[in-house]
């Protein structure tokens, strides 16, 4: 077998030097370049044209979504594995819909993460059940707007309606419209219930 070139991309020294020592033990597997940041794998990934490319989704100036949508537009070849320690439904949409081709958790063992890098590197997908009833899931959920999840997002933070109203420029009449359509759309009967079901789904983060 040829030498699988990879790169590897997380922010976490520690995780990152034990996920290089894991593929460079492993034989026709070679790491040849590490990214600290989603720009930094960007760079890196033009400039080794790896054969896949494993990336955190939580990085410093470039998230791994962003870095995956960008090695993508200029290598829409690419093999890239998303390996992180966020499982919501939304996170594993949003991931494989900027092109990853594999979704881990970094909880997996090393053989898992060897298979994993085989599997896409021959062209298929490696998505786990677990991941992939998450990803079900959010395929059959209703979507919400892009002024809902703004509405949602100020709702996580304790907002009332009419201080939405004013961030969002929009009248509180209008902010109730949209809020129950968040509650519909997400099956809950209160705004504390959509907000829980909102940060279990990863539409929402607390900062």
């Known amino acids: 077998m040829p030498t699988i070139r990879l790169l590897i991309a997380e922010d976490h020294a520690i995780t990152r030097e034990g996920i290089v020592t894991i593929f460079n033990r492993t034989a026709e597997m070679t790491v040849v370049a590490e990214a600290e940041d989603g ?9 080794h044209q790896p054969d896949v490319a494993l990336i955190d989704l939580r990085m410093p100036k470039l998230e791994g979504v962003g870095a995956i949508a960008q090695i993508r537009q200029e290598f829409p070849q690419a093999c890239l594995i ?3 320690t966020y499982d919501t439904d939304e996170d594993i949409y949003r991931g494989l819909s900027a092109g990853a081709r594999g979704y881990l958790l970094k909880d997996t063992t090393a053989q898992e993460l060897v298979n994993a890098v085989q599997t896409v590197y021959k062209g298929q997908k490696y998505i786990p059940p677990d991941v992939a009833t998450k990803l079900l899931d959010r395929l059959n959920s209703t979507e919400l707007t892009d002024r809902e999840l703004d509405v949602l997002h100020l ?3 304790g907002k009332s309606n009419a201080d939405i109203g004013l961030r969002l420029s929009i009248t509180e009449g209008t902010v109730k419209f949209h809020v129950n359509n968040i509650l519909t759309k997400l099956g809950v009967g209160d705004r504390t219930q959509a907000v829980i079901t909102a940060l279990q789904r990863g539409l929402v983060r607390l900062h």
């Open 82 to 84: 998303i390996l992180t």
């Open 155 to 157: 709702l996580s933070k």
């Open 39 to 47: 720009e930094q794998a960007v760079v890196l990934f033009r400039q």
